[in-house]
Structure formats: C-alpha cells, structure tokens
Nanobody, 123 residues
Framework: QVQLVESGGGLVQAGGSLRLSCAAS????????MGWFRQAPGKEREFVSA??????NYADSVKGRFTISRDNAKNTVYLQMNSLKPEDTAVYYC??????????????????WGQGTQVTVSS
C-alpha cells in the first residue's frame, strides 16, 4: 500500500512558477513509476508528466516549461512548473504505477493516487 500526499499548489500569476511535491509512504517507492495528472473543471483527467526507469515523459502542452524529478531517499516526486499559463489551472494529482507494463500516459494504469492540489493561474 502506498499513500501519496501532494503539496505546493496555490494561486500564481501567468508567467510565474510553482513547485509541486508528492510525498509517498512505504519502503518500495523507488520501484514505482510516478506520474502527475491534472483535471480542470468540466474536463477529463489528463496526463502531465511521468518519471520511471525508462526516463521522463511530458505532455506536449507542458514540454519545455515543466520538469519532473524524484528523490528516492526522501520518497518524494516533484513537478517544477515554470512559465505558467491560465490554461494550466487545474487540480494536480500525483500517482504511483507499480507494473512495468502499460503506458505511463494512461491514468487507468496507476495503482495509487493522492488527494490532489489546486493550481490556479491568473491572467
């Protein structure tokens, strides 16, 4: 069982930055691929970024602006978000994927989810 707790969300002006953190419980954190997803009101949950043994992945909409990283010693995954835009406004969720199979882009492939943190970007 893995418990995930996100933090770092908030209100920021367009062009600003935020860093999200996701702290995980458990001793097997390093075995999991970790992903960030987001969901805006009235929209589907969408992939943002993932980090795994295979490397890192980004949605086209955030490539070049967001950076994912992890510190296995601290059981934490981060999402550094720069040059934020109003369309980045959403609840951001981190998730853990245990299987080596399946796509990191698909939210149904993840086993554990955090409660989400709100990111609001004003224009």
């Amino acid at each position: 069982q893995v418990q995930l707790v996100e933090s770092g969300g908030g209100l920021v002006q367009a062009g600003g930055s935020l860093r999200l953190s996701c702290a995980a419980s458990g001793r097997t954190f390093s075995r999991y691929a970790m992903g960030w997803f987001r969901q805006a009101p009235g929209k589907e949950r969408e992939f943002v970024s993932a980090i795994s043994r295979s490397g890192v992945n980004y949605a086209d909409s955030v490539k070049g602006r967001f950076t994912i990283s992890r510190d296995n010693a601290k059981n934490t995954v981060y999402l550094q978000m720069n040059s934020l835009k109003p369309e980045d406004t959403a609840v951001y969720y981190c998730a853990a994927k245990g299987s080596l199979f399946g796509s990191v882009y698909t939210h149904g492939e993840y086993d554990y989810w955090g409660q989400g943190t709100q990111v609001t970007v004003s224009s």
